[in-house]
Structure formats: C-alpha cells, structure tokens
Nanobody, 115 residues
Framework: QVQLVESGGGLVQAGGSLRLSCATSGSIFSINLMGWYRQAPGKQRDVVATITRSGTTNYADSVKGRFTISRDNAKNTLYLQMNSLKPEDTAVYYC?????????WGQGTQVTVSS
C-alpha cells in the first residue's frame, strides 16, 4: 500500500501556471506506475498524465504540450507542472500509484482557472 498527499492547487488566471506535488510513502519500491487524474463536477475522473517505473510518460491530448509529469526519486515526490492553464482545466486533481490491482489515491487538490 502507498500513501499519497497532493499539494499545490489553488486559483490561477488563464494563461498562468501551477505545479502540483504528490508526496509518497509506504511501499514505494512496489510502485510500477504513477499518474495524475482530474475530476470536474458532474464529470468522470479522467487521466491527465502517467509515468512508468522506467520513466516513460503519457499525456491526455487535452494537456499535451502544456503539462509535464516528473518525479524526484530522492524526495519520493511526483510533480505535475501545468502551464498555459485554461478554464477547462478546472478540476480536483488526484495523484495515483499502482502496485498490483487497483490504484491508491491521494485526497485531491483543487485547481481553479479563472477566465
């Protein structure tokens, strides 16, 4: 089991930037995949970006070229750098980690982008 704590959300104007952080603890050595998901009110929770154990990254088409997922292994922390933010990016953002089976989730952090 992995414990995840997100931080870095907030209110930003369109065109601005935020960096989300996900601090991890527990069975970190067992993580095979990590990712960021987001959920807007009344919408399904959708993938934003993922990164494999080997460092391979994938992005949703809606954020490609604007968001960057990365990790700092020394700090056991996952990041999501979000640039050129749009009002459509407004959502609760969740960090997830897969070991075996269904993922472990953080509590979420609110990102609000004003027009």
């Amino acid at each position: 089991q992995v414990q995840l704590v997100e931080s870095g959300g907030g209110l930003v104007q369109a065109g601005g930037s935020l960096r989300l952080s996900c601090a991890t603890s527990g069975s970190i050595f067992s993580i095979n995949l990590m990712g960021w998901y987001r959920q807007a009110p009344g919408k399904q929770r959708d993938v934003v970006a993922t990164i494999t154990r080997s460092g391979t990254t994938n992005y949703a088409d809606s954020v490609k070229g604007r968001f960057t997922i990365s990790r700092d292994n020394a700090k056991n922390t996952l990041y999501l750098q979000m640039n050129s933010l749009k009002p459509e990016d407004t959502a609760v953002y969740y960090c997830a980690a897969w070991t075996r089976g269904i993922p472990d989730w953080g509590q979420g952090t609110q990102v609000t982008v004003s027009s």
